[in-house]
């Protein structure tokens, strides 16, 4: 029922697979006992989740450290192989789809600004201070939308709910991860690195899209936080306490949900009438089609260069490399020579594009050459042809 996942799940994106992925792996670690399948699914799960989005490293970590601290050490190992296989494969892709300058997101967690290399590096009080920023973000404003559907505003009185609901939850939630931590259950342990780590990305990327596969954990242990809130007290939790906990949060979701009812449907119509690409936000719809006529119309040992270059590889089944952020012109057209670029991608799926690629392009026109846009509409690409020295 949350508005935030139903908004994502209709567009072509991988946050709602990513979630039922991660609580499928939740569910049937806490069902082990000492069933091997019970074992194996959660590890498949955490594997899969980790194919997913690369966030899924946290899940394999929890699953890890979880099975050594219970000192199951052939679960361990079985867990550990599955771990160096699927970051290895990954890997492996990488590799083949990008041509040079291959990264991920792991130096980014320590750049100023993701989006401009030449900004350098944080230091310790900067990433403090970043952790921080990013935990008051969440709390204050990201949790509110993200129960809500982002849209708190529509009345005062649904936005102080939200809010207050939000900090409810947190509250409740931190208690139940304290008393539950001490057990090293995958839950609290995946909550604490899955946390971790979104507070110390940029807080250029702080955003319910990140959250959202906390928001079940954090449910979760809110419910054991109320519980657990009750004992402290010496008291017997009430039978009514729970549903009406529950009843609290759908009731907060409503103005989301009647929001995103009528949208999700519509592109799924649409693609059952022969449109591929109809859940495929417009953004990112015109980076595909600029990717698919990459793939009809060069040759297969091209090299193009994009912002997106995995993503574009994945669609293209052409060699990619990344445009460099750093550099005067001399050295990042030296970086296409280097990266064997034939072929150049202008998408307005990340910031920068517009800061480090179009005015490169536009101080050399003699090294490109048009080929093909996607047409005149806000979020459009082109492709063009990279041409060497004369």
């Not at 670690?29 to 946290?58: K, M, N, P, Q, S």
């Not at 979701?253 to 059952?272: F, H, I, K, M, V």
């Amino acid at each position: 029922l949350n508005p935030v996942l139903l908004q994502y799940s209709h567009w072509v994106l991988s946050e709602a697979l990513f979630v039922l992925l991660v609580l499928v792996a939740l569910w049937a670690f806490e069902r082990e006992d000492d069933d091997w399948r019970w074992v194996g699914l959660a590890i498949a799960a955490a594997g899969l989740a980790y194919l997913t989005r690369t966030a899924g490293l946290a899940l394999l970590l929890a699953l890890l450290v979880s099975l050594g601290w219970k000192r199951q050490w052939k679960r361990l190992s079985v867990a550990g192989l599955v771990t160096v296989a699927v970051m290895g494969a990954w890997s492996r892709w990488v590799a083949t789809a990008v041509a040079s300058g291959a990264q991920g997101y792991g130096v980014d967690f320590l750049r100023v600004n993701p989006y401009a290399a030449d900004q350098g590096l944080i230091g310790p009080g900067e990433l403090l201070g970043r952790v921080l920023v990013n935990a008051w973000m969440y709390a204050a404003t990201v949790l509110p939308e993200t129960l809500s559907g982002g849209v708190p505003g529509t009345a005062s009185a649904v936005s102080a709910f939200a809010w207050i609901s939000a900090m409810v939850v947190l509250a409740t939630a931190l208690l139940g991860w304290w008393r539950g931590i001490r057990h090293a259950r995958v839950l609290e342990l995946f909550a604490l690195f899955y946390t971790g780590m979104i507070l110390v990305w940029p807080p250029l990327w702080t955003d319910a899209r990140l959250l959202l596969p906390l928001l079940p954990v954090l449910l979760l242990l809110s419910v054991d936080g109320i519980t657990g809130a009750f004992v402290l007290a010496n008291r017997k939790p009430q039978a009514w306490v729970i549903p009406l906990f529950a009843a609290s949060l759908m009731l907060v979701s409503l103005p989301g949900n009647a929001q995103w009812a009528s949208a999700t449907g519509a592109c799924r119509e649409d693609y059952r009438r022969g449109d591929e690409l109809a859940c495929y936000n417009p953004l990112w719809r015109s980076f595909v089609v600029s990717a698919q006529w990459v793939r009809d119309q060069t040759p297969g040992d091209a090299v193009v260069v994009s912002r997106k270059p995995r993503m574009f590889f994945y669609f293209a089944r052409r060699q990619t490399a990344p445009f460099p952020l750093q550099g005067d012109d001399g050295e990042k057209l030296a970086a296409f020579e280097s990266a064997g670029a034939d072929y150049v991608v202008i998408s307005a799926t990340t910031p920068g594009t517009d800061v480090f690629l179009v005015p490169l392009i536009l101080r050399n026109p003699d090294r490109f050459r048009p080929l093909f846009d996607t047409g005149a509409d806000p979020f459009t690409a082109h492709v063009l042809r990279v041409v060497g020295e004369n």
